[in-house]
């Protein structure tokens, strides 16, 4: 069993920044993807980001070039920099792990809220 411990969220101004961290507990070997999804109220759970192991990366369109994602795996963390924020990314952002098999692992963090508002 993994746990996912998310860090970061916040209140942030229009066009600020924030930086997501999550660390997973024990190793996350090279079949597991790590990503960055999003909820917000009344809507659809959706993916923000995710990366592989080898730091193949995938983003939104929503967020493609404000959001960075990225991964050390000595450490077992992943990152989402969040730039030039705004209020639709208000949401709760969830970290997720996920074998290549998925029946074999698929991890969630338990959530952070982010609100963008001034």
């Known amino acids: 069993q993994v746990q996912l411990v998310e860090s970061g969220g916040g209140l942030v101004q229009p066009g600020g920044s924030l930086r997501l961290s999550c660390a997973a507990s024990?190793?996350?070997?090279?079949?597991?993807?790590m990503g960055w999804y999003r909820q917000a109220p009344g809507k659809q759970r959706e993916l923000v980001a995710d990366i592989t192991s080898a730091g193949s990366t995938n983003y939104a369109d929503a967020v493609k070039g404000r959001f960075t994602i990225s991964r050390d795996n000595a450490k077992n963390t992943v990152y989402l920099q969040m730039n030039s924020l705004k209020p639709e990314d208000t949401a709760v952002y969830y970290c997720?792990?996920?074998?290549?098999?998925?029946?074999?692992?698929?991890?969630w963090g338990q959530g952070t809220q982010v609100t963008v508002s001034s």
């Open positions: 024990g190793s996350i070997s090279s079949l597991y993807t």
């Open positions: 997720n792990a996920v074998h290549r098999l998925r029946v074999l692992g698929n991890y």
